[in-house]
């Protein structure tokens, strides 16, 4: 399998994304309605977990709420218990990914720094250059939510994950899928193997760094 070098970005545009939760231990339900503005850190989601069997008695668990990801306005909801919401927004399209959304402020990881900035629990960590096993296990182990970097070592990815890469992309149930990854949303921009991230992408997500961004690894 190959990838065209570079994913596509685009400034600014006008479009459309379906907030939801993909997986079966959950029910989603939207707390918004269609034509209400909301904002990027706004819960438009709440998700009622499953009960945990403990010793043969059920427990339920604590709601869990998402927030929108993006500021913009709701469209619609859906049946599956999606929020539409229609946004102006930049866009960034990797070559693969894996993991459902997750939204976080993005930061830009600085390794040539004697001492890097510290990444705060739940951002999205932009990192310049080819990610490793390692990395990503330290980012789950910091409480990071995504990472978007230039490319990865197939035995990497498919170590972190789990799972043979090539059985996640051609799996027809996508949410299934989702439920076994781990925690910990990727997107690499130039696909597998050790190279670069293009200059006009990382000057791209340099700019919004501070900025809430909304992330899906669903190749």
């Not at 469209?75 to 960034?92: E, F, H, N, P, Y």
């Not at 096993?133 to 409480?143: D, E, H, I, P, T």
């Not at 939510?145 to 230039?150: C, D, F, K, L, N």
């Not at 340099?206 to 690894?217: E, F, M, V």
Request: glycine share 10%.
């Amino acid at each position: 399998m190959t990838y065209p070098p570079g994913g596509s970005l685009v400034t600014q545009i006008e479009t459309q994304r379906e907030r939801r939760f993909a997986g079966y231990n959950a029910r989603s339900i939207p707390l918004v309605y269609p034509g209400q503005d909301v904002l990027a850190d706004q819960p438009v989601i709440r998700l009622e977990l499953n009960e945990n069997q403990v010793e043969g008695q059920s427990q339920p668990r604590a709601p869990v709420v998402i927030p929108s990801g993006l500021r913009g306005q709701v469209v619609k909801t859906t049946a599956r218990g999606g929020v539409v919401i229609k946004t102006r927004a930049a866009l960034l399209t990797g070559n693969i990914g894996a993991g459902q959304q997750v939204a976080g402020l993005l930061s830009v990881w600085q390794p040539a720094r004697s001492r890097p900035s510290p990444v705060p629990a739940g951002a999205i960590l932009v990192i310049p250059g080819p990610a490793d096993f390692g990395m990503l296990r330290q980012a789950v182990a910091s409480g990071v939510v995504g990472i978007v970097a230039s490319s990865i070592e197939m035995r990497d990815l498919e170590g972190f994950l789990g799972l043979d890469v090539f059985d996640l992309l051609n799996c027809i149930d996508v949410d299934m899928a989702q439920a076994r990854l781990p925690s910990l949303t990727l997107l690499f921009t130039e696909g597998l193997g050790s190279l670069p991230m293009p200059a006009p992408t990382l000057q791209l997500l340099t700019h919004y760094q501070g900025s809430i961004a909304l992330l899906s690894g669903i190749t």
